[in-house]
């Protein structure tokens, strides 16, 4: 498990992955804002669409801080 988990593929994976929740996310905010515009009840869509986004940076640094150390 360990060598998959190391391996090449396996990040770019996760990196198409992430790129996959930062769309996602975007798409959730903006259909929300769309639908319902800026009140309250839009507040749990923007906010898992900010998380998902958020995600999606994370998953992006942690594989460029990998292919920096290799």
Do not use: H
């Amino acid at each position: 498990m360990k060598r998959l988990v190391r391996s090449e593929t396996y990040a770019r994976t996760r990196l198409i992955n992430s790129g996959l929740f930062v769309l996602l996310g975007i798409v959730v905010v903006v259909r929300t804002v769309g639908v319902v515009g800026f009140v309250w009840q839009a507040l749990p869509g923007c906010v898992l669409g900010a998380a998902m986004v958020a995600l999606g940076a994370v998953r992006v640094r942690d594989y460029v801080a990998g292919r920096a150390r290799r």
